[in-house]
């Protein structure tokens, strides 16, 4: 009996150990960062989903974020045990040295991928992750500049799509531009959430320099520019009719969570306008899909 039971517990431990692994990539981060490589190749392409370049693009997105993902848990370690102590590396449910080891090879994964594209793929692809992980080394304890490099890599893979298919096009700048804003917001409203860790340690995040309140009204003001910019490539005719209802959506959800924000810039509804503007980003990706359907 004892020994079922001793098997039955390190059955259960193993279990909780591979939610660690999955929980520690954000998968959710994983997926939008890979659909936005395969919707850059499919307006790219006018239109036309091609199943192979997708599969890599997707691929190379997805582990190349879980890397950084990782790499970011596992320098985040002290300011997680103040701000998520419930995450797999200060829960102890993954070591520091599994998450690093772990790290590597996500991120060889993502390259071996990236290297079956084109040439300017995979410089574009290692460009992306070095940027990643200067953020988490170095880039982080900048604050506000951090956000900015967070920002630009999950805007590149619009533009990486179009790369690895041979066809950029200037609606996928647009859409670049975009994302990085509304990514932008999203960071500075993250600030305010981990104020207190990041005041620990050190990051000079917009939060922690001038308070969540101004916070509030910079990250809403990075939505509002990202709303503004949205009808522009319906204007000059970049994406077809089937864009606008998605986008209306997304516009009205980050008007709504800046008014929302700006009234009450507390950390629990910094947590939640951290959400929100996820949920916007992916009806703001769906609105990227329709608009390129019978252009």
Known sequence: ???????????????????GFFEIIRPINCLMIGFGVVIGETIALNGRFTLVPALIGFLVAFFLMAATMVMNDYYDLEIDKINNPRRPIPSGLISPREALSYSFLLSAIGLVFAALTN???????????????????RGKRTGFFGNIVVSICIALPFVYGGIVVGGLKPVLGIFSIMAFLSNLGREVAKGVMDIDGDSL????????LHGSSKA???????????????????VFDMVSTFYLPLVAVADVGFIASSIFFVKDPSRRNAKAVKSLALIWMTVGLAAFVAGSYSI
Do not use: D, H
Request: hydrophobic share 55%.
């Open 201 to 208: 340690k050190g990051v000079k995040t917009v939060a922690v």
């Open 1 to 19: 009996m004892k020994a079922a039971n001793q098997l039955q517990s390190e059955e259960v431990g193993a279990k909780q150990k591979a939610l």
């Open 119 to 137: 040439l300017p793929g995979f410089i574009v692809a290692a460009f992306a992750l070095g940027l990643m992980m200067y953020y988490n080394t």
């Open 216 to 234: 509030s009204r910079i990250a809403a003001l990075f939505f509002s520019i990202a709303v503004l910019i949205s009808p522009i490539p319906i």
